[in-house]
């Protein structure tokens, strides 16, 4: 039993092999942004073909969504969604306790209140039951979260949806490339939203989104959404009149170039990066007490962020006080050298936008529907899963981390085969 680098041990993963870039930058990357800066079509409006719009047919095309509208963020893609399907002042959206906050804000950007409903413990998404649960009469849509990569239940959240009357948004912006039941993910409900933001599986340069549908009238609401109003159409002069509420949502023309780029090598990476993960998967699966990401069945994980969940009993600690092996585990793994985080450290319903109701002056939206039950005692699977887990993020997104992960691997083995230890210092930690 080697001894722990948290000890003095030596690390499993050697400090000159722990960097790994993301994105990564390739010499077609760089030729497309300076071909954009050459190109004199730097705006999503510029007429006939330019970089955006070359995006939204790539990208449309690639995963088989019948629209897609560029926009400047994840965020942004969300809200036009929202707007577009006519949510609006005093509606309620169900979203996941458990998500990145721009899930929670966007019902919010539209004056609608963010419902929070909790998650499965196994896949992290919406629970269909407690969506259910959290419908009246109010509710106007359902944002599910294919959190991590991992696809949401879509069958029962679309035969919910189709039940009781409301729209569904897919937030997919850490799932390009999943697939449930072989559709691409964002294109199962009304409408989608992906995020280029750099730390996504498809990034770009700095920030982008992208709304996709299958609904013509939903993308042209977009369109005009995303600029002014406005109805802009190639061969057509803009005539700057705004034919409905708008914002200045585009897409920048370098950015939707340098993605444009990275598309023509998703498919190899994600070759990659599926065979890496799976191997690596398969190493972590048989240690004791540590539960491996998996998905729903007939669905493609595209892997995101991993995240492990870990059993204080397997440990012989009580199972009430989870976060002290969390965090035991947390410091012996980042000492051997792999770079174990919190992904949330609350759940949404907890953060102080929605606890204190900071909404648009006098408690609107909120002051508008019931009173929230209060934070702690609700979304009891959420708060589970953010007690008792850990994430890895990024590096496992690169095609060449085959080693890093084995390296990984090694660092999970050896800290296992001290188990005596990890539950001696859990134990002084609680
Ligand atoms: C990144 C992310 C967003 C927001 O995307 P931005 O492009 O950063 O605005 C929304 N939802 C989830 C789940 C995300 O991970």
């Known amino acids: 039993m080697s001894k722990l680098a948290a000890f003095g041990g030596t690390a499993a993963v050697p400090k000159d092999q722990r960097r790994v870039d993301w994105p990564l930058i390739e010499d077609e990357d760089r030729k497309a942004v300076l071909d954009t800066l050459e190109g004199a079509r730097l705006v999503s409006n510029s007429d006939g073909a330019n970089p955006v719009s070359i995006l939204e047919e790539h990208w449309a095309r690639r995963f088989g969504f019948g629209h897609c509208v560029a926009v400047s963020t994840g965020t942004a893609a969300l809200s036009l969604a929202l707007a577009a399907v006519g949510v609006g002042p005093g509606d309620e959206v169900i979203v996941p306790a458990l998500s990145f906050i721009a899930t929670g804000l966007a019902p919010v950007h539209q004056m609608a209140v963010p419902v929070f409903a909790d998650v499965d413990p196994v896949t992290f998404n919406l629970d269909p039951d407690d969506v259910e649960r959290r419908?009246?009469?109010?509710?106007?849509?359902?944002?599910?979260?294919?959190?991590?990569?991992?696809?949401?239940?879509?069958?029962?959240?679309?035969?919910?949806?189709?039940?009781?009357?409301?729209?569904?948004?897919?937030?997919?912006?850490?799932?390009?490339?999943?697939?449930?039941?072989?559709?691409?993910?964002?294109?199962?409900?009304?409408?989608?939203?992906?995020?280029?933001?750099?730390?996504?599986?498809?990034?770009?340069?700095?920030?982008?989104?992208?709304?996709?549908?299958?609904?013509?009238?939903?993308?042209?609401?977009?369109?005009?959404?995303?600029?002014?109003?406005?109805?802009?159409?190639?061969?057509?002069?803009?005539?700057?009149?705004?034919?409905?509420?708008?914002?200045?949502?585009?897409?920048?023309?370098?950015?939707?170039?340098?993605?444009?780029?990275?598309?023509?090598?998703?498919?190899?990476?994600?070759?990659?990066?599926?065979?890496?993960?799976?191997?690596?998967?398969?190493?972590?699966?048989?240690?004791?007490?540590l539960r491996v990401p998996t998905?729903?069945?007939?669905?493609?994980?595209?892997?995101?962020?991993?995240?492990?969940?870990?059993?204080?009993?397997?440990?012989?600690?009580?199972?009430?006080?989870?976060?002290?092996?969390?965090?035991?585990?947390?410091?012996?793994?980042?000492?051997?050298?792999?770079?174990?985080?919190?992904?949330?450290?609350?759940?949404?319903?907890?953060?102080?936008?929605?606890v204190d109701r900071v909404g648009f002056g006098d408690g609107h939206p909120w002051s508008l529907t019931g009173t929230p039950r209060p934070a702690g005692e609700d979304h009891p699977v959420a708060r589970a899963v953010i007690a008792d887990s850990l994430t890895l993020q990024k590096r496992h997104l690169h095609p060449g981390s085959g080693d890093l992960l084995r390296l990984y691997a090694d660092a999970f083995e050896k800290v296992w085969a001290n188990a005596d230890m990890v539950t001696t210092l859990a134990e002084a930690a609680s």
């Open 135 to 289: 419908i009246t009469d109010r509710t106007a849509a359902i944002i599910p979260v294919h959190l991590h990569g991992a696809p949401a239940d879509m069958d029962r959240i679309t035969d919910i949806a189709r039940r009781h009357g409301l729209a569904v948004i897919e937030d997919a912006a850490q799932a390009p490339g999943a697939t449930h039941r072989g559709r691409p993910v964002g294109g199962i409900g009304d409408a989608g939203a992906f995020s280029l933001q750099v730390t996504k599986n498809i990034p770009t340069c700095g920030e982008g989104g992208l709304f996709v549908t299958g609904n013509a009238e939903l993308a042209e609401s977009v369109r005009r959404g995303r600029q002014f109003g406005e109805v802009i159409e190639s061969g057509r002069e803009r005539d700057y009149v705004s034919y409905g509420l708008g914002w200045n949502h585009k897409m920048n023309a370098i950015q939707a170039a340098f993605t444009d780029a990275q598309l023509t090598r998703f498919d190899a990476y994600e070759d990659a990066r599926q065979r890496n993960v799976a191997d690596f998967l398969a190493r972590l699966a048989p240690l004791p007490g």
């Open 295 to 354: 998905a729903l069945p007939d669905t493609t994980h595209a892997w995101h962020i991993l995240r492990f969940r870990f059993s204080p009993a397997a440990f012989g600690l009580d199972p009430a006080r989870p976060e002290a092996l969390r965090s035991t585990l947390r410091r012996l793994l980042r000492a051997e050298g792999v770079p174990m985080s919190q992904y949330q450290l609350m759940p949404l319903p907890d953060q102080k936008v929605f």
